[in-house]
C-alpha cells in the first residue's frame, strides 16, 4: 500500500514511518523541514495548510500525526478541516493519531477523562478543543476516517512489546488500573488497522494489556534491539 504521514519526522511519525516501511509498504513523508527526516523516504516539504489534491494524488491512506505546542491545540481544528477537503471525492482514507483527553471514563460514558481527571489548565483545554476534532470527522460521510486514541500514559520511550489490545470509547485500564501504551505498540497498532480495516468512520483506542515493570521494559528494549520481539493478534477489550 502507499501511505502519506503527516508529521513523520515527529516522535510518534517517525515510528510510523518506520513500522510501514518495515513491513514494505510505500510511504511518503509530508513534513515542514525534510532537514529532519533521518531517512531515504520520498518526501513533500509543505505545512499541512498548504497540502492539496496533488499531494495525495494515489495514496491509499493518510496518516496526520500533525502536532503543535500545547495551548496551540485549536490548529488541528483547521488542519482537520483542510485535510477533510482536499480528501473528498477520493479514496484515500484518513487516519488521525488522535488524544486520550476525550475518552469516557467508564463504561457508563457519564463523564471524559479531561472532564474528570485533568485540572483546570492548558492541558485541560487543549483536551476540550481536541475532542472536536472526532465531531469534524463524523460529520463527514464523503470521507473514510478512523481516528486512533492512545492510552492515558502514552510513552516515547516505552517498549517495543508487540502486543496491545484494543477498546472504542474508553479509557482501556490494566489490572494496576494503569492506562498506558509506547509509542512503538502504538505504531504497530495504526499500521494494524491500516492493513486489516476493523474502525472505519470511527473512533478507538489501545493500551498495553498489563503494567510493564522496570526491569521488564528493559528485557523489552533488550529484545527489540536484537530482533527477537514477536508481534501477536490483538486481543479484544
Known sequence: MKLGII???????????????QRGHEVVALVRDRRKLTTATACIEKPV??????????????????????????EHLDATRHLLDILRGTSTRLIIVGSAGHLFTSSARTSRYYETELEPGPLRDGSAVLRQVTDILAACPDVTWTYLAPAIEFQPNGPRTGTYRSGGDVVLRDAQGRSQISYADYAIALIDEIEAPRHRD??????????????RLRAHVSASATGTTRRRTPTAP
Not at 508529521?7 to 516501511?21: K, M
Open 49 to 74: 495548510l498548504e497540502l492539496d489534491r496533488s499531494d495525495i494524488q494515489g495514496l491509499d491512506v493518510l496518516v496526520s500525526a500533525y502536532g503543535v505546542p500545547l495551548g496551540r491545540e485549536h
Open 202 to 215: 470511527r473512533s478507538f483506542t489501545v493500551a498495553h494489556s498489563e503494567n510493564i515493570e522496570p526491569s
Open 7 to 21: 508529521g513523520a519526522t515527529g516522535r510518534a511519525g517517525s515510528l510510523i514511518l518506520a513500522e510501514a516501511e
